[in-house]
């Protein structure tokens, strides 16, 4: 298979004596590393002469799995982050070197519009091979009925980060593997990093630490500004003030893309007629962050949010305390559970809150349901109707939502493969480890169905990530924060708003705190709207920095 276009250019003479003005120029011998696998990406290398191999070491053997000759240059998107090289790179035979440091890399590709673009180009499309074809530094030992399987699985795509998986229930010779790491069936799955730490059933976090996710971030530092949450909101915010170059740091619970990255395509969002993928557009946006030097600490959750005092402090769970001179909440919210019935033991092994890839694969050729009648609904039942047997779309009032975009209503009423069921509630789950019988009852005529339907994807309705915040700014009487206008009186009092200006468009009852997307009252569902409050927000930030 031909590779991408642009994932390994050729610079001319010219490219290179521009880039040579923001790094040094050495020799360097025939075997000599120039990057180790698994230590902090810190330098960028292009070959003057001589060329480099590219090596992905596994235990004790290795692959070579790319070269680059005169004029071609090292890395992929792992430079802009800092985090561990998942390759080793070395010189293959003997020859010259141009070599930038990280942040001359990051300065030349913000103002070098030409070598800009080629670069980021190319560490993408190496990002994405690596990706496709699972060479990493990371193997999965899992199961498909196993939520923490899906878990990680969801949790290493989204942030990024290339993996192989072995399905211990498929995959012959996984007894010998779990044998070679001392591995009993019962704690799958187990994630292997570098090829020697063995981690079972580990978190998010665990996993993050175990591969050096945040390991170049200084969390002592005093921020311009953080932003709590990557999701289209957040990411917006960082691209636009670290483009404006304020120093900013985002930190995210899971991974970049929030609701909206488990959004199997987004048809509606501006300059994509094609549509795009959730996870797509964060990946893009994610980047485009870092490439203007923004910092994203994952798997990471904020706690508590110190308000009374300068610097801002974010409490974080486990302990560290994040200081910014302002902040910008954009934790948007998360899907309602059911509360007729126990869902939580099915979570992951039946019931799901998004529709990519990943879940798709595991309900092929099978009835599933999905619950919730507006847009990421009706997007994930359209996505999941291309290889389901049959989609029902549940929804408790008499029609889909009056929010639903028309296009979506119009393909679900022509597919064959989806029925849409109005006025009707989950009354009951079955199953032992995985759901495998779902009732629903017709609210109208009280009539019970139930189905053998192993898969329940719900999207209905939200409840925004505020639990955090509870005490410091003012919410509304469902949790989400008001700002700016909706902020009353009354409110202002009892924040004992110090300023004499009013609070701006999008500020807390807290002056430097802001709000942005899905957690703020009175928002409007869009992902587009949500990237437009997530730069309007640096506007103001700008005023308070001055004030």
């Not at 499309?125 to 074809?133: D, I, S």
């Not at 500004?225 to 003030?241: D, E, K, N, T």
């Not at 989806?418 to 032992?432: H, K």
């Not at 309705?461 to 700014?473: D, E, I, R």
Request: hydrophobic content about 40%; some cysteine.
């Amino acid at each position: 298979m031909p590779l991408p276009t642009g994932i390994f250019p050729t610079l001319d003479a010219a490219q290179m004596a521009r880039i040579a003005r923001y790094g040094k120029c050495h020799t360097v011998p025939a075997g000599q590393t120039l990057y180790a696998q698994g230590a902090e990406a810190r330098s960028f290398f292009v070959v003057l002469s001589g060329s480099i191999e590219v090596v992905r070491e596994d235990g004790a053997s290795e692959e070579v799995i790319a070269q680059h000759g005169v004029g071609q240059f090292s890395g992929d998107v792992h430079l802009l982050s800092g985090r561990r090289n998942i390759v080793r790179g070395r010189m293959r035979t003997a020859g010259e070197v141009i070599e930038l440091d990280r942040e001359s890399l990051r300065t030349l590709v913000q103002t070098d519009a030409e070598l800009g673009e080629i670069l980021m180009r190319a560490f993408i499309l190496r990002r994405v091979e690596l990706v496709q074809h699972g060479q990493g530094d990371a193997v999965l030992l899992g199961s498909s009925h196993s939520p923490g399987t899906l878990r990680i699985k969801e949790f290493l795509t989204r942030n990024g980060h290339p993996y192989s998986y072995v399905d211990l229930e498929r995959d012959s010779g996984t007894q010998a593997l779990l044998d070679q790491f001392h591995v009993a069936v019962d704690e799958v799955p187990v994630l292997i990093c570098s090829g020697k730490n063995v981690l079972r059933n580990p978190s998010n976090a665990e996993v993050a630490d175990c591969l050096g996710f945040n390991e170049a971030i200084d969390e002592t530092q005093v921020r311009d500004v953080v932003v709590v949450g990557a999701g289209p909101s957040g990411l917006g915010a960082a691209v636009y003030a670290a483009s404006e170059g304020l120093d900013v740091l985002v930190v995210e619970t899971s991974a970049p893309g929030g609701q909206a990255g488990s959004s199997s395509k987004i048809e509606n969002y501006l300059g994509f007629p094609m549509g795009i993928s959730g996870q797509e557009l964060a990946a893009r946006a994610y980047t485009q962050a870092q490439k203007f030097g923004a910092e994203v600490l994952v798997a990471r959750a904020a706690a508590r949010l110190t308000c009374n005092r300068q610097p801002l402090v974010i409490e974080m769970e486990g302990g560290a305390r994040l200081p910014s001179r302002t902040v910008i909440v954009a934790t948007g919210a998360q899907y309602r559970r059911l509360t007729t019935v126990d869902a939580s033991r099915f979570e992951g092994a039946g019931i799901y809150y998004g529709a990519t890839a990943i879940e798709a694969q595991l309900c092929a050729q099978e009835e599933v349901i999905v619950v919730g009648g507006g847009n990421s609904a009706g997007q994930a039942a359209m996505f999941l109707a291309a290889t389901a047997k049959h989609v029902h779309i549940l929804v408790r009032s008499s029609r889909l939502a009056d929010t639903m975009s028309r296009y979506l209503i119009r393909r679900i009423e022509d597919s064959s493969v989806v029925t849409v069921r109005p006025r009707c509630e989950i009354v009951s789950l079955a199953g032992s480890d995985r759901l495998e019988e779902v009732t629903w009852r017709d609210n109208q005529t009280g009539a019970l169905e139930s189905r053998p339907i192993h898969h329940v994807f719900l999207m209905m309705g939200a409840n925004p990530n505020t639990p955090w915040l509870s005490g410091c700014v003012a919410l509304d009487s469902g949790g989400f924060i008001k700002t700016g206008p909706e902020l009353t009186a009354d409110d202002l009092a009892h924040a004992k708003w110090p300023r004499a200006r009013p609070p701006y468009l999008l500020e807390t009852s807290v002056p430097g705190v802001f709000a942005v997307g899905d957690v703020r009252a009175g928002n409007i569902k869009r992902v587009a709207s949500a990237v437009g409050e997530g730069s309007m927000s640096v506007h103001f930030i700008h005023k308070v920095l001055a004030e």
